[in-house]
């Protein structure tokens, strides 16, 4: 970026209209769209604000370049790109956001956040909730047709991605104060819906009466309708007339006509296969395709047996009820699932492997939780009082490596917005839902060097990690990051559809 020099953030403009408000990169922008006006009044132009991938800030404005080919030889009176970018810095309102801020190049403007202001924003999540860091969209309604089961036959693996991704994308939007329309298309309203009706009317004459347990295995019973409506003619009449029946009572109005034209405008967000170790379709050995039902099933009795055989060794077994056992399964099972889905580029196809994706190593929604539930453990054992310990704590960013957590927490809301939508084309950023997988696993890390670099550095580290200590004077209680980092991981977890475990392995 090559020299630079810097400035206080000591601007005479008004402070923006909604301090607070938003995302730290959409705060930063308000403070840039002022220092602009106040720099090039002439010129109107929007702020554009990244975050800063250098040593010299923490975000970066780069309008300089832009206003210097729009402004040059007009009369005025800057002379080159560095300096509007040193007037775009000298013009950042005095606020408590900004330490300080450089120009570097050709007017690059680095900022450098407040180290009290970072701190003071993660105190504020932590007494106020962690809703407070929802990102302000451009949308109030999002309308999200995901998962497309056929009501006909049972859901397979196929159904795996779009209902992981469907879902997903449901819970960060809800998570972001958008209201979200969930709708499943079921298939189209056709002969094999008359074929199965006509033949659960011949088969169970008092199938209201049984209920459910009049089909019970759907593939079976879709297989033997198929194969008597290909077989015997007068059912096949039968069974269109079923579908004539069908298609009148929709009519007469009892269901949607499709022809009406009152649907919302939509996007096709694709994603690719999954496969299976040989690179094909994820089938059986009998080269069915997976029910989804069986998989799931398959993946929590994995869980359990791990569970089961961990639990055995360390002794923890008579502390475990049938039903902990039974829920734990069940969120590590399905967790994995998943999360070995969303950590996926949405485009490219994987292979699903069990083996890797229930691993308590590497990228996997078990080794998240487990981290999760280390964290946990250290705020039980702590034996304080939580909530007082939110309102009374204080926590400072005195040792580089907690400013960079501090930093990478407070940039939550923007990584969210990231994973919704993108800035100009509306559904950019569903090419990048996996954003949140790779920023829990980023934050877990850098939690784990704070801790490291605590521990290594204190003096008393007998009881560590119950009472981690001081890093030299700084008053950064490591129960407060805890408390921070149950409070962020936990609500990517459940915006994912992935159960946090508190009290799992602890």
Known sequence: MGDETSTSASGSAQEPAAPGAGSVKQQISNLAALSLRATVPEVDVEPIVEVCTGKFGDYQCNNAMGLWSKVKGSGTSFKNPNAIGQAIAKNLPACDVIESASVAGPGFVNIVLSKSWVAKRIQDMLVNGIKTWAPILPVKRVVLDFSSPNIAKEMHVGHLRSTIIGDTLARMFEFSNVEVLRRNHVGDWGTQF?????????????????????????????????????????????????????????????????????????????????????????????????????????????SKSELLQRLTENGKIVDWTDEELEQTSKAVGYGAVKYADLKNNRLTNYTFSFDQMLSDKGNTAVYLQYAHARICSIIRKSNMDVEELKVSGNISLAHPDERVLGLYLIRYAEEFCASCFGWNVMWWALEKHKVPAKYITLIKDIYDNVVTSVRTSDVDTADFPIKIGLHQGSALSPYLFALVMDEVTRDIQISHGVCSLRMMWC
């Open 194 to 302: 008359g074929m199965l009706i006509e033949f659960l009317f011949e088969k169970f004459p008092n199938w209201e009466e049984l209920g459910s347990q009049a089909i019970g295995d759907l593939q079976v019973f879709y297989k033997a309708s198929k194969q008597r409506f290909d077989e015997d003619a007068e059912f096949k009449d039968r069974a269109q007339q079923a579908v004539v029946r069908l298609q009148a009572a929709r009519m007469a109005g009892w269901l949607p006509d499709p022809k009406e034209k009152k649907f919302p405008k939509t996007s096709h967000v694709g994603f690719g296969l999954v496969l299976g170790a040989d690179g094909k379709r994820f089938r059986t050995r009998s080269t069915e395709v997976v029910r989804l039902g069986d998989l799931l099933d398959e993946a929590k009795s994995r």
